[in-house]
């Protein structure tokens, strides 16, 4: 009897430590899937070399879409480019620093901006 309530007991903890780990998993595999994504679509489509860009970071979203990555180049790094990798990767969006702001950088000073008809 006592082996059996072991082995309920074993199974009820590997339940609850899969249970436990499996969405942190999923999230951290996802960001690093999408940083990947990105710097393949920069080199590869856009012909960044890997010198020029200082970080491509995988992000995760609290709300949609999910998955972002957030990149920084190296000739810029007071702004953070949001790229989306869902079907195609595109840019979404720009993150100039407030001390950029405060010097006067505007969107028309950024020099990784991607033009879109379809936004902004």
């Known amino acids: 009897m006592k082996k059996k309530k072991k082995y309920v007991l074993s199974a009820v903890l590997i339940i609850m430590v899969i249970l436990v780990l499996t969405p942190i998993i999923y999230v ?3 960001k690093l899937i999408y940083a990947h994504r990105v710097t393949e679509y920069l080199i ?7 010198e020029e860009i200082e970080s491509v970071e995988g992000i995760w979203n609290v709300k949609l ?5 957030e990149v920084t180049f190296k000739d810029e790094p007071d702004v953070e480019y949001i790229y989306f990798a869902h079907n195609e990767v595109l840019q ?8 950029a702001q405060r010097r006067g950088k505007t969107k028309s000073d950024l020099k990784h ?3 879109t008809n379809d936004r902004e």
């Open 113 to 115: 901006v991607e033009p």
């Open 92 to 99: 979404f969006a720009h993150r100039i620093s407030e001390e």
């Open 44 to 50: 590869e489509e856009k012909k960044y070399t890997q």
């Open 28 to 30: 951290q595999v996802n």
């Open 65 to 69: 879409p999910p998955f972002s990555a």
